[in-house]
C-alpha cells in the first residue's frame, strides 16, 4: 500500500529552525516529483517547494520561503526533507507531503498535479 508519512512538525520560536521528513513505503521516492504544501487556518492549501526526480534534479520554491526552506531528497531512505529555517509566524501551519504519478515539477504549485498525500505535520511559529 503506497503511503506518506510527514514528522518533524511542532512548535518553535520565530527565526528558529525545523526539519520536516516525508517517508513512503510502498513505491521508491526517487522516481517521481515529490512537493511539499502548507494550510493555515481559514487558508486554501498552497505550494511549498517541489524536487524534481533524482534524475531531473531542479527545485522550485513559493516565493515566500525562498531563501529560508530547502527540499532535499535521502534515496537510501526513501524519504524527502524540508530544512525550514529562519521561521516566521506566517509560516505556522499544517504542511503535507505529496507525490506526483510522474518525475517532473511543472504547474508545481497546483494541488491538483498531485496523486498522494501525507496526513500532515503541524508547525507553530510562536513566541
Known amino acids: 500500500q503506497l503511503q506518506l508519512v510527514e514528522s518533524g512538525g511542532g512548535l518553535v520560536q520565530p527565526g528558529g529552525s525545523l526539519r520536516l521528513s516525508c517517508a513512503a513505503s510502498g513505491f521508491t521516492l526517487d522516481y517521481y516529483a515529490i512537493g511539499w504544501f502548507r494550510q493555515a487556518p481559514g487558508k486554501e492549501r498552497e505550494g511549498v517547494s517541489c524536487?524534481?526526480?533524482?534524475?531531473?534534479?531542479?527545485?522550485n520554491y513559493a516565493d515566500s520561503v525562498k531563501g529560508r526552506f530547502t527540499i532535499s531528497r535521502d534515496n537510501g531512505k526513501n524519504t524527502v526533507y524540508l530544512q525550514m529555517n529562519r521561521l516566521k509566524p506566517e509560516d505556522t501551519a499544517i504542511y503535507y507531503c505529496?507525490?506526483?504519478?510522474?518525475?517532473?515539477?511543472?504547474?508545481?504549485?497546483?494541488?491538483?498535479?498531485?496523486?498522494?498525500w501525507g496526513q500532515g505535520t503541524q508547525v507553530t511559529v510562536s513566541s
Open positions: 505529496t507525490a506526483r504519478d510522474h518525475g517532473y515539477c511543472t504547474r508545481w504549485s497546483s494541488v491538483h498535479e498531485y496523486r498522494y
Open positions: 524536487t524534481s526526480s533524482s534524475g531531473g534534479g531542479k527545485t
